[in-house]
């Protein structure tokens, strides 16, 4: 259950992020939204992902709920989905720019919820001779979302409007999140003492994790042509 669970998680996130791009390209499109409108959305969606994945990482270790958190963060990702929408169909045109920007930080924290704590999960479900395997197929889901979200929303938006499409992934991660939650909501899992061991050395390596982050800042914001 943690595999398939994990791995449909990690199908939704991701699928999810590259649905941030796409939402760009439509309100350039039908809003006329300027390049700096749209690079602000993918930046601060890459900021706010970058600077928050270390400290949820560094909280799951400590409370032991790494499956409620994930289902957390997938709720997040959908409500910024919802935020889009809302921006789109349901406000006043002089809301729709801080609105959008807005739901691109909380889309961008979210989506900092899975990698850590979906990677504890399993190494923690699986033992040495499986997690290689486990993690394996837990990633291609991941890439799988990614090469199917975007050819997904255009046939939802070919039934439901392309808006309507946002809100559809949107409720479709709702459904995911509540249902990892259910399932993981009584579970508690504790880093083994090792871990707990390293977890005191991480201030020590706090200068090479900052820039790493700005390395996988900088990275994926050259992926999605800022």
Known sequence: ???????????????????????????????????LWVTAMLTLYYAASSITSMAVGRFADRSGKHGSLMAQGMLLMSLGLIGYYAAIKAVPNYLLLPLTLASSVVIGFGSSFYHPIGATMLSQSFGERNKGRALGINGAMGSLGRALYPSLYFAVAALLTKPGSIAFFGLVGMAVAACIYQNFREERRRASPRVRRSLSLRGALTRGIVVLTVISFIRSAAIQAV
């Open 1 to 35: 259950m943690t595999l398939a669970l994990t791995s449909l998680g990690h199908f939704i996130n991701d699928g999810t992020t590259y649905l941030v791009p796409v939402v760009a390209d439509f309100l350039s499109l039908s809003y006329h939204a300027s390049p």
